[in-house]
């Protein structure tokens, strides 16, 4: 009967956005522009080349030997080994999707770390200091202050809540011998699964602003400019954060960041295949973005810091891609994805029973 239900409402809601999807027509096709610009100015250039290399770090055994000397150090508070303790600290900087992908991999490689990869994937969750930086600090606040307090905040968080979280953790290292690979077989399946990976993040990106398109829709046009709006459409999906103006709170910031949004937290589901408790995570995420909000107003209090926007400041984001530099990046990715795609099709192709099953 529960299934039934679910199936009822999962098919009404196709239907009512199959409806709005005609009617909106010309909304739908601005936001899908906006979206795609939002990807090749932000996403992209900010996540890709952080979420190969990490890939790279973890398939290959390097990033253990990279966090040794952090790991040393901190055992005694944050009781993982080497291997979950990397991901976590490459997690830190590398963006939202990238940690929980790093710990699939981890899984991928030992089926022991499934329990335990449980328990810290809420914290191995932070967007990195180039989003962060470069949207909350540069374009909302036009201030590298203001975006590293909320960065620092943010990761303080997390590791307050990793610390809790592993205190009754019984402090070991893995028994395997860290062999590393380099070869040209470990850089191709890190392009590949990270492109993977990435597509679910632009096109979930994609299909929750569609979603916030089609409630601007329904409301009265001073709803929707209003600042209450355009928090709701940070919470749902946190590139809106750019429409928030600079009298925003840092600390009110930090939430969203240090939260991500709905739509990231659905695209880490994807990426770890639904090997979590989705309710759980979201509460997860909750406490810590409350406590990492109340670190950003306390480091605020302490130092007196105060955003400060000159009257002639217009925030208007520049587009990427008219760097060169950035644009080759994009025409690499985009060939990848075609790559990754490609060979999915040849795949399904030679197994033309996964086709026939219902």
Known sequence: ????????????????????????????????????????????????????????????????????????????????????????????????????????????QNKNYSEIVKQIAPFCYASGPAFVIGIAGNIVYNSFTAGMIIFISCTISNIIGLVIATRKNALKQSTELNQTKTNGKVITASFLSSARALLIVCLSMILFNLIITFINCFLDSSLSESNALSYIKSFIEITNIYTLNAATPLWLMTFFISFGGICVIFQVYIIADGSFSLLKFIVTRLFVSVTGSVICFLITEISGYEVSIPATYIKTPQLMLKNPVVLFAVSCMTLILLAFLTGQVKYLKKNKNILKKD
Request: aromatic residues 10%.
């Open 1 to 108: 009967m529960v299934r039934k239900l679910q199936n009822i409402f999962i098919s009404t809601v196709m239907v009512f956005l199959l409806i709005m999807l005609i009617v909106y027509s010309k909304d739908t096709a601005l936001t899908i522009k906006h979206c795609i610009e939002i990807c090749t100015d932000t996403l992209i250039p900010s996540i890709f080349a952080y979420m190969v290399l990490c890939t790279f770090l973890i398939n290959s055994g390097l990033s253990e030997i990279i966090a040794t000397p952090l790991w040393y150090l901190s055992r005694r508070i944050i009781k993982l080994d080497k291997k979950l303790f990397s991901a976590f600290l490459l997690s830190i900087i590398a963006g939202y999707p990238v940690g929980v992908k790093m710990l699939k991999e981890l899984i991928s």
